[in-house]
């Protein structure tokens, strides 16, 4: 291998973590706000649900409920291989349609992270 490869190679590795990190960063700094603004006990059915639908692909809806890990793996889904916004999008429309309660208990009591 080049040196010129090998220094592409180690730019686009440097790259992707800045990238990532600021991804997370700006995750956090969301999950955040959601909470001071929605309350961290309340139930956050209506804004994960069309966060899902209109941003599923960021995974902002995970973080808002909580779901760091799986948010990074949403995003990460989107950028390699396209599903993220197909997931969001059918994980909005389930969080739309159960009822308040049960998405509670489900997903900010049960801490269920997928569908």
């Given at each position: ?41 309340e ?49 909005g ?23």
């Amino acid at each position: 291998m080049t040196d010129d490869k090998k220094n592409f190679g180690d730019d686009i590795e440097k790259g992707a973590k800045e990238v990532f990190e600021s991804a997370k960063r700006a995750a956090n700094e969301f999950s955040n706000e959601a909470k001071n603004t929605f309350g961290s006990e309340e139930n956050k059915k209506l804004i994960a649900g069309i966060l899902a639908i209109v941003l599923g692909w960021t995974g902002v809806h995970k973080f808002l409920l909580g779901y760091t890990k799986e948010g990074i793996i949403q995003i990460l889904l989107s950028f390699l291989c396209g599903i993220g916004g197909i997931i969001g999008l059918i994980e909005g429309i389930i969080y739309l349609t159960k009822s308040d309660e049960e998405f509670y208990q489900t997903y900010q009591i049960g801490r269920k992270p997928w569908f």
